[in-house]
């Protein structure tokens, strides 16, 4: 290639120079590179140089925004039904809901509190068959969750017991605990008209709306 090499040469720095092209052309591969010796040589004594902790980098962030991606694809939350209280059970069907799903949540049989469940035995949080072991707390960022308007009163509750929880824990176990319950309970309260919160709250102070927690809810500290 007509490249002259000034000073003393020393085929130990080539040695290295050329483990490194070999890592970059086969884009970080340990196995590929340490050819004639142990990958724990190759770790230990080559993979230290500038060229490949910035392809460690990339690789680690493409890994991250690979996983952060497909978590934004994931749909994990509750099915919001907006509109006035008068919701019919076409409107259920049209929705996505088998009709027997929509006579049942119209008739109250699937009222698990904070929302109504397409199928409290098909939990992702229990195993099927086995009725779910974590409603309503988790209702929130459960899929099989449908919320109707006629819920507000409770979500406003719900909201309440967790700015509760807010003032016990740190923000850290909150936001482990709770955080996205939390983002998915502001998401659905950002979503209603002033009048409809108002209209919740008169329906919270008259005593006409109430909240049903497990004892557990009552019971958390921060460990």
């Not at 008068?86 to 119209?106: F, N, R, T, V």
Request: include cysteine; charge should be negative; glycine fraction near 8%.
């Amino acid at each position: 290639m007509g490249v002259e090499v000034k000073g003393a040469p020393h085929i130990g720095r080539l040695r290295k120079s050329v483990k490194v092209e070999k890592a970059i052309v086969t884009e970080g591969r340990i196995d590929a590179a340490a050819d004639d010796h142990t990958e724990e040589t190759f770790a230990g004594h080559y993979a230290q140089g500038t060229t490949l902790r910035i392809m460690s980098g990339r690789t680690i962030a493409a890994a991250q925004q690979h996983w952060f991606d497909k978590a934004l694809d994931r749909v994990d939350g509750p099915t919001v039904v907006a509109g006035t209280e008068d919701i019919g059970q076409g409107l259920l069907e049209d929705s996505g809901l088998s009709a027997q799903e929509a006579e049942d949540i119209m008739t109250g049989q699937l009222d698990m509190g904070v929302s109504h469940c397409k199928n409290p035995y098909q939990s992702p949080y229990s195993r099927p068959g086995e009725l779910c072991a974590v409603a309503p707390l988790r209702c929130l960022e459960c899929r099989n969750a449908w919320i109707l308007p006629t819920n507000l009163p409770q979500l406003l509750l719900f909201k309440a017991h967790l700015e509760r929880l807010r003032t016990l824990l740190t923000p850290q176990a909150f936001s482990r605990l709770w955080g996205q319950s939390w983002v998915n309970l502001d998401a659905v309260l950002d979503d209603r008209r002033p009048e409809e919160l108002a209209q919740a709250r008169k329906h919270i102070e008259s005593g006409e709306a109430s909240l049903d927690l497990p004892l557990a809810a009552h019971t958390e500290f921060d460990a």
